[in-house]
């Protein structure tokens, strides 16, 4: 079990998430740029539909949550931060049903 705490401890600590939220920045931008050259599709088989991007994305999520428990957010009313870190949560539970659930289309506006 200690061996177990000091992985999550690791995993999940305040450092790695700034890592987590960087490697999603890099990822993103690089893939604007393989948009723009080689197209959409390109782009989403490259990263967006890529097992580690996913995994950079739960990883995230997953470290937001135990911090709000860990630093004790809620009993020490820091409702600010706990609504900030709650919405980037709620936002990435959103990007994984569309991902999941979503279907692609197209959408004439009129102008």
Known sequence: MNLFKKISDKLFSTTISGVYIILFAVSIATATFIENDYGTSSAQNAIFKSWWFELILLLFAISLII????????QQKKWAIVTFHA???VILIGAGITRYFGSEGIMHIRE
Request: charged residues 20%.
């Open 87 to 89: 919405a980037i949560v």
């Open 67 to 74: 911090n709000i428990f860990r630093f004790r957010m809620i």
